[in-house]
């Protein structure tokens, strides 16, 4: 057989073998995590007969799936050097949870990204009076701007929505805000002889801690609140003294989850160990706001609002700090794509956390302390 000949036949055979593979190329379906179907099926009924002939694999998430829980966690308060405050006391809070992972069908390894944002707080509220008390808008003076005219500046007025003027004299020492961001490499596992499944994961995590320590003070030419200055007969002072600290804590983590599906409930169990830097940064400030009045008592004018504030003082410090997150939960199968669930949930940062301040204004807090939040959850969520 010729050159010419030899070559002719090897370029036949690769065209054809080439238009074969494109031919099987185009009939198989290639896994495209941003493929979107609309047709979600989120509302269509699901049996327990159905139920009961799905595998333990197939009962778990698949593609994309998304997750909201409504957490109602307790949370511990600051170690300061003030006597009498107990740490070991627990306050109410309310947050979110949210959580979007991405299953690669088949191959049981994904992604999932979670957020967890609370509040938890305590606060000592009094409202107290204004020593003009009333102002009647027919009284003040005019103020003529369009389209309508205010009878008095706003700061001048009743409180907005009452009848007459207060403050809100509100002290803190567990004002806490709470923000977690993870993004985890997950894998599924074969099911367990009991039909449980386990999905180990390793990633990363930041939280941010926020705590605020605030303190307010009023006084007044009033006999029961003396206060005295050398331009004014009547007049009221409010001072506020806070710290307020940032814990910017990163660092990995690793854990697992595992589930078994029965019928149509799903029990789960999710375990995190983390630990990192915490940066933290706190600053005090102190800031005044003096009212004058043109006399005492009810319809008294306001003739001039003073303002002030101290430079803030800052402090910085670093820390190392570990903890665990622990979550259980409870779902039933809704729909075919819908499960709603309850649970608890347990946050514990054992140590390295900053609340309270650095003792500036306020009285000091520890740099090195624990955090503990922990209470309930209820939730939904979609798979697709």
């Not at 390894?109 to 957020?115: C, E, M, P, R, T």
């Not at 009333?134 to 001048?156: H, K, R, S, V, Y």
């Not at 933290?280 to 043109?294: C, G, N, P």
Request: hydrophobic share 35%; charged share 25%; glycine share 10%.
């Amino acid at each position: 057989m010729s050159v010419r000949k030899l070559t002719a036949s090897l370029l036949t055979a690769l065209a054809v073998a080439g238009a074969a593979n494109l031919a099987k190329a185009q009939d198989s379906k290639l896994a495209d995590p941003f493929e979107f179907d609309p047709d979600f099926h989120w509302f269509e009924p699901v049996y327990d007969a159905d139920l009961q002939d799905v595998t333990a694999k197939k009962r778990a998430s698949s593609g994309w799936f998304a997750t909201y829980d409504r957490l109602h966690l307790y949370g511990t308060g600051p170690e300061t050097s003030e006597p009498g405050i107990d740490e070991n006391r627990i306050d109410s809070g309310w947050g979110h949870r949210y959580e979007l992972g991405y299953m690669l069908p088949g191959d049981d390894h994904g992604w999932l990204f979670n957020w967890t944002s609370t509040q938890v707080g305590a606060y000592h509220i009094f409202r107290q009076e204004r020593l003009n008390r009333f102002i009647d808008p027919e009284d003040g003076p005019e103020n003529t701007q369009p389209p309508f005219g205010d009878a008095l500046l706003p700061e001048e007025g009743n409180n907005y929505g009452y009848n007459y003027r207060f403050y809100d004299i509100v002290d803190t020492q567990n004002h806490l805000e709470f923000d977690s961001y993870e993004l985890n490499k997950t894998w599924r596992m074969d099911p367990l002889h009991y039909g449980g499944i386990i999905e180990p994961f390793v990633g990363l995590r930041w939280m941010r801690i926020s705590d605020v320590n605030s303190f307010m003070d009023y006084q007044s030419t009033d006999e029961a609140l003396p206060l005295t200055g050398p331009n004014f007969e009547d007049a009221e002072l409010l001072t506020v003294t806070g710290a307020y600290t940032e814990n910017e804590c990163i660092g990995p983590q690793l854990g697992f989850r595992i589930f078994r599906a029965r019928e149509r409930y799903v029990f789960s169990t999710d375990f995190r160990v983390f630990c990192g830097a915490n940066f933290q940064q706190t600053f005090s400030q102190k800031a005044e706001e003096l009212t004058i009045y043109d006399g005492a008592g009810q319809g008294s004018a306001v003739e001039r609002i003073i303002r002030s504030s101290t430079e803030p003082v800052y402090s910085t410090n670093e820390e190392f700090y570990i903890g665990f997150d622990v979550r259980a939960e409870l779902g039933y199968q809704l729909t075919r794509m819908v499960q709603v669930r309850g649970g608890f949930q347990l946050i514990d940062v054992a140590q390295g956390v900053w609340r309270g301040g650095d003792g500036s204004m306020v009285d000091a807090g520890d740099d090195d302390q624990n955090l503990l939040m922990v209470g309930l959850t209820a939730g939904i969520s979609v798979n697709h």
